[in-house]
């Protein structure tokens, strides 16, 4: 164990101080904007943030006003809670376009769990980065926080907020991956079948007499 895993994880540590030293002073700055620090800030008066806050975010980003974004970001963590629950972002967030509809089959269990995992969060009041930059676009609060919407723009693409696990959108890839892409064509043939058509009762002493006439053992 001392030889192997804990040299394992010193490794992987320093692998990852390495990898984000040089964007360890932007990302302390986004971490201002995570959900739960907009709920811990909100009795916090301009005068009480650093002084250096969100330097570098308006170094990184062109347009953006360091002293502007600070004065909005006070005034929104002020309101959030009440923005977001008087203008009901259970109703908002699922009016959202599935970029991926075209792909997906609602019937896939990955999507079907994603979508009800995000459902229960909104029940939960629980607010997300993508919700805050629903509710900023879709209500034209673009306007009064113009420098804040960019912010939340440029922390929207990093991995860390805006990824999720990787979803299979076909029964084909479900089943291989599953499976490990060892069964041969005609079971899969047959695994595809049973998937797809897995809303059609099947009687069970049918199936069974099938099978022992089909058998040859």
Same mark, same amino acid.
């Given at each position: 164990k001392i030889n192997t895993y804990f040299k394992v994880i010193d490794q992987i540590i320093n692998s990852i101080e390495i990898r984000f030293s040089d964007a360890r002073n932007?990302?302390?700055d986004l971490s201002l904007l995570s959900p739960n620090r907009l709920k811990e800030i909100k009795n916090t008066?301009?005068?009480?943030?650093? &002084?250096?806050?969100?330097?570098?975010i308006a170094e990184w980003i062109k347009g953006i006003?360091?002293?502007?974004?600070?004065?909005? !970001?006070?005034?929104?963590?002020?309101?959030?809670?009440?923005?977001?629950?008087?203008?009901?972002?259970?109703?908002? !967030?699922?009016?959202?376009?599935?970029?991926?509809? &075209?792909?997906? &089959?609602?019937?896939?269990?990955? !999507?079907?769990?994603?979508?009800?995992?995000?459902l229960e969060e909104c029940k939960e009041n629980v607010i997300t980065i993508e919700m805050i930059l629903h509710i900023l676009s879709s209500y034209n609060l673009v306007t009064a926080f113009p420098n804040l919407y960019l912010a939340y723009k440029a922390l929207g693409t990093i991995p860390a907020s805006s990824s999720s696990a990787e979803r299979s959108f076909s029964k084909v890839k479900i089943i291989k991956t599953r499976l490990?892409?060892?069964m041969d064509q005609c079971r899969l043939e047959s695994l595809l079948l049973i998937s797809c058509e897995r809303d059609i009762d099947i009687d069970i002493n049918e199936a069974i007499d099938q099978f022992a006439t089909s058998s040859d053992r």
């Open positions: 932007i990302l302390q008066n301009l005068s009480e943030l650093p &002084d250096n806050c969100f330097s570098f006003d360091k002293i502007q974004l600070k004065q909005e !970001y006070i005034t929104f963590s002020h309101s959030v809670n009440e923005l977001f629950s008087g203008l009901n972002p259970l109703n908002s !967030y699922t009016s959202l376009p599935n970029k991926n509809m &075209d792909y997906c &089959d609602e019937s896939d269990d990955s !999507y079907v769990s994603e979508k009800d995992e995000n490990r892409s060892t």
